[in-house]
């Protein structure tokens, strides 16, 4: 991705990926809730930015979510073009592939546009079959 100025952020956003880390506490079960309330990208339809609060919550297998990661890789979406429900899923979908949780959910709370809110969730389980799973994306 080029960058008009070459900013150290907008490098370290462009080249973002989420990274998985070993869990520390594979002995159990918990849970854990990501929140990211500066969240843009754009209307496909308009170019208008839109703006949400991301929540995501999950529980991990052996690998949690590196959080600076997280945050770089939602940065990402800022010029991306894109429907609520798609960002969402996709995030999810980018979420489960390299992090590989027990189970997530997102929660996507776009703020009012038109005088309509939406508010877009999304989960899954590992306990689903194989043909229910998250596929990958290139």
Known sequence: MFTETGLPGEIEIAHAELEAVPNPATNRDYSIDLSYPEFTCKCP?????????????????????ELKSFKLYLNRYRDRYAFHEAVTNQILDDFVRVIEPKEA??????????????????????????????????
């Open 45 to 65: 339809r308009t170019g208008y930015p839109d703006f949400a609060i991301i929540n995501l919550s999950y529980v991990p297998g052996e690998s949690i979510c």
């Open 105 to 138: 959910e997102i929660v996507a709370d776009w703020n009012p546009r038109g005088n309509l809110k939406t508010i877009v969730r999304a989960s899954y389980s590992a306990n689903r079959s194989s043909e229910s799973r998250v596929s990958g994306h290139p």
